[in-house]
């Protein structure tokens, strides 16, 4: 198992577009997280999975974006009609049920929008 | 709400020097204290954590104390090495299955 994988790595686009980002966590782990982490900032919870129900969204989590987990496994975030403001990194973490706390955070998508 | 507090970066010390990164949260109730650390290119990882009052977590020289009558949880290492110039982000969280409040994170850099 190669860890938490996020595509792609960077996107740039330009405001008013759509863009997706994909999440693939750890094969093993039921449970998905969704971070943005804007520049001099920490990560800010934006969503989470427990296999495909989304139990819990932030009021960070406009009605421009949505989150999917079809079928339990990879996830998907989709940001519509973007705005300058949502230029950051989208990071996803992924956890065991059994784990203590055993967060695997993937190495991000940074989302610049011209 | 819940908060985290820590010491604005960039900090620059020299190899061999003793660390202490500041950390400060605000809690309604008795959460889990972590620090996180993201290496350049990479993603978060989970340094150490401490899950209760007195506890003190450990890892690669690094310790850190949950002192809640101070509400804090300081990073400590008694001699940084290059190899631990990173951003650190000290954080808590009420059970495994919640999210996890972070701090603005420090960035640390160490000088041979």
């Known amino acids: 198992d190669t860890g938490v994988s996020q595509d792609p790595r960077h996107k740039i686009t330009k405001r008013g577009q759509n863009v997706t980002f994909r999440c693939d966590p750890i094969?093993?782990?039921?449970?998905l997280y969704w971070y943005r982490q804007t520049l001099g900032q920490g990560p800010e919870f934006l969503t989470y999975?427990?296999?495909?129900?989304?139990?819990?969204k932030s009021r960070l989590l406009s009605d421009r974006f949505s989150a999917e987990r079809p079928k339990g496994s990879f996830s998907t975030l989709e940001i519509q009609r973007t705005e300058q403001g949502d230029s950051a990194m989208y990071l996803c973490?992924?956890?065991?049920?059994?784990?203590?706390?055993?967060?695997?955070f993937g190495s991000g998508t940074r989302l610049t929008v011209v | 709400g819940d908060s985290v507090t820590q010491m604005e970066g960039p900090v620059t010390l020299s190899e061999e020097a003793f660390l202490t990164i500041n950390c400060t949260y605000t809690?309604?109730?008795?959460?889990?204290l972590f620090w996180y650390v993201q290496y350049p290119g990479e993603g978060l990882q989970l340094l150490l954590k401490a899950t209760k009052a007195d506890d003190k977590g450990s890892n690669k020289g690094f310790e850190a104390t949950y002192r809640k009558e101070t509400t804090s949880f300081h990073l400590e290492k008694g001699s940084v090495q290059v190899s631990d110039s990173a951003v650190y982000f000290c954080a808590l969280s009420y059970s495994s299955a919640s999210k996890i409040i972070f701090g603005s994170g420090t960035r640390l850099s160490i000088r041979p």
């Open positions: 094969s093993e782990h039921n449970r």
């Open positions: 973490a992924s956890s065991s049920t059994m784990a203590d706390y055993g967060y695997t």
């Open positions: 999975f427990q296999n495909e129900a989304q139990l819990e």
């Open positions: 809690a309604t109730g008795y959460p889990s």
